[in-house]
């Protein structure tokens, strides 16, 4: 039943600051056993885990991109967000939003998005 909807610009420009939106329909964010990630996929690469949010709003981020990332919500709209600041054109990529269950597992996903880094 839950359904997730990424959403947000297709192209952005390299030191400028990528921005989406999860849009989660079925279920709420605020339930204690799920978290919300977000994941990505670089052309000809394989899924790389950029963070995710709790229930409580608190976040965490992978080692690599910790810095540059920053994962928030809005309980109202029972949306998360994305932000990944000073992109480069190693950013591009597709943007996946997903669930994790109460047993761990990415039960969830939406369909993507492809954002491009590009000038």
């Known amino acids: 039943q839950v359904q997730l909807q990424e959403s947000g610009p297709g192209l952005v420009k390299p030191s400028q600051t990528l921005s989406l939106t999860c849009t989660v329909s079925?279920?709420?964010?605020?339930?204690?056993?799920?978290?919300w990630h977000w994941i990505r996929q670089p052309p000809g690469k394989g899924l790389e885990w950029i963070g995710y949010i709790i229930y409580s709003g608190s976040a965490y981020y992978g080692p690599t991109l910790k810095s540059r990332t920053s994962i928030s919500r809005d309980t109202s709209k029972n949306q998360f967000t994305l932000q990944l600041s000073s992109v480069t054109p190693e950013d591009t990529a597709v943007y996946y939003c997903a669930r994790t269950n109460g047993g761990g597992a990415l039960d969830a996903w939406g369909q993507g998005t492809l954002v491009t880094v590009s000038s």
């Open positions: 079925g279920d709420s964010i605020t339930t204690t056993y799920y978290d």
